[in-house]
C-alpha cells in the first residue's frame, strides 16, 4: 500500500504577502513546507501563484532543487515520487537539524535561516 502525501493548510509569516502555505506530511512526518508565490513579487519570473518547496526534510531535502510547482498537485505527485525513493526512516533517529531545500536562494526569504525577504 503506498502512502499518501497530505497538505495541511498554514499561515506562514515569510515577511513578504507569501503566506499561504502547507504542511506537507507523508505516513505522519513532515517532509516540507510549501509556500504560494505571490504573483505581485513573483510574476516577471512566471512563477506566481506556483507552489514553492521552502523548506525539504528527510528523502525531501536533497538537491536537485525542485522547480515551483504550478498547482499543489504538481508539488503532491513530487514529493510522493521523492519520499518514495528514499528507504524507510523509522528504524533510524531523527536527524537533529533539517536542511533547507531551498539551501539559502528561498524567493520569499523563508523561515529556514535565510532571513527576512526584502520589502519592495
Avoid: K
Avoid at 13 to 41: K, M, N
Avoid at 80 to 109: M, V
Wanted: with cysteine; proline share 10%; aromatic share 6%.
Amino acid at each position: 500500500m503506498s502512502s499518501r502525501i497530505i497538505l495541511d493548510p498554514i499561515r506562514i509569516d515569510t515577511g513578504s504577502s507569501d503566506s499561504e502555505g502547507r504542511l506537507a506530511y507523508r505516513d505522519g512526518r513532515l517532509i516540507g513546507v510549501l509556500t504560494l508565490l505571490d504573483p505581485e513579487l513573483h510574476g516577471e519570473l512566471g512563477v506566481g501563484r506556483h507552489w514553492f518547496l521552502e523548506a525539504g526534510f528527510g528523502p525531501t531535502s536533497g538537491e536537485p532543487r525542485p522547480p515551483a510547482f504550478p498547482t499543489l498537485d504538481a508539488a503532491r505527485a513530487w514529493l510522493a515520487d521523492r519520499s518514495a525513493r528514499s528507504p524507510c526512516r523509522a528504524a533510524r533517529a531523527p536527524e537533529a537539524t533539517p536542511r533547507c531545500a531551498a539551501a539559502g536562494r528561498s524567493p520569499s526569504g523563508g523561515w529556514c535561516g535565510t532571513a527576512r525577504a526584502p520589502r519592495r
